[in-house]
């Protein structure tokens, strides 16, 4: 059974800086590409960062030059550092994977406030 499992959300003030990780059970993310997206009250889902196999990258442009997504095969995790945190990043970040089918994580609560 494929899972993905967040953490390292949490309360942080403005300027702040959290990672979070997601890592994968039941499979293998070596050969696909990775996403984190996020959700704020009363707005839609919306893609944050995605790193592909062979590791390029995309974000977003309200996180463009703040976030930076990573991968650790052997660890079968995906991270995302965010730097310079601010008030309209707090959201709950979920981590997506697309292989056939759609799996998502629980997701982190991520608040940013001073």
């Known amino acids: 059974q494929v899972q993905l499992v967040e953490s390292g959300g949490g309360s942080v003030q403005p300027g702040g800086s959290l990672r979070l990780s997601c890592t994968a059970s039941g499979f293998d993310i070596n050969g696909f590409g990775l996403s984190w997206y996020r959700q704020a009250p009363g707005k839609q889902r919306e893609l944050v960062s995605t790193i592909t196999s062979g590791g390029i990258t995309h974000y977003s442009e309200a996180v463009q030059g703040r976030f930076t997504i990573s991968r650790d095969n052997a660890l079968n995790t995906v991270y995302l550092q965010m730097n310079n945190l601010k008030g309209e990043d707090t959201a709950v970040y979920y981590c997506?994977?697309?292989?056939?089918?759609?799996?998502w994580g629980q997701g982190t609560q991520v608040t940013v406030a001073s």
């Open positions: 997506h994977m697309l292989v056939g089918i759609e799996y």
